[in-house]
């Protein structure tokens, strides 16, 4: 699957509206989901949340440019970070308990795994790893940042 003309914008509003609608909002009852504008404003997103709730904030961390680009053939490999923070009390729908955030960042790998997005190249969003959540001052979140590769072609 080749990908198809796109914006960093519309992945990340398409990735928010699909991890809210399909994963978060299925699994959870107190949940928020949003799209940050960089690193710092995700940090304010998930540090605020909702008592007893799943906070996500989705951003567009970084890009570079796919072999060597010529004009129309502007492709694109980007980092997209999902930062995930379970609230202390978090719990599922069914009543199930969650004592942490990495229950849920495990489900939603595999959540992501399952998706398939015809505006990547290849189709899918390719898992790149994940590390704590530390906050500008020092402070570590029950939480995670997921990072995935995004390839796609910049509309020129």
Not at 74 to 93: N, P, S
Request: hydrophobic share 45%; aromatic share 8%; with cysteine.
């Amino acid at each position: 699957m080749s990908a198809k003309n796109t914006t960093a914008t519309a992945i990340i509003e398409a990735l928010a509206g699909a991890v809210r609608v399909d994963w978060a909002n299925a699994k959870l009852a107190k949940t928020t989901v949003d799209v940050a504008q960089d690193a710092q404003h995700a940090c304010d997103l998930l540090t605020a949340g909702m008592p007893n709730g799943l906070a996500v904030a989705i951003f567009y961390l970084s890009d570079g440019p796919v072999g060597s680009q010529t004009i129309g053939n502007a492709m694109i490999d980007a980092t997209i970070r999902v930062g995930i923070v379970a609230k202390r009390g978090l719990e599922l729908r069914d009543g199930a308990k969650i004592t942490g955030a990495l229950p849920l960042t495990d489900d939603f790998k595999a959540w992501m795994g399952r998706q398939v997005v015809p505006s990547l190249n290849g189709g899918k969003f390719k898992y790149a790893g994940m590390s704590p959540i530390v906050t500008p001052q020092g402070s570590v979140l029950s939480g995670y940042y997921l990072n995935y590769r995004a390839i796609y072609a910049q509309g020129v």
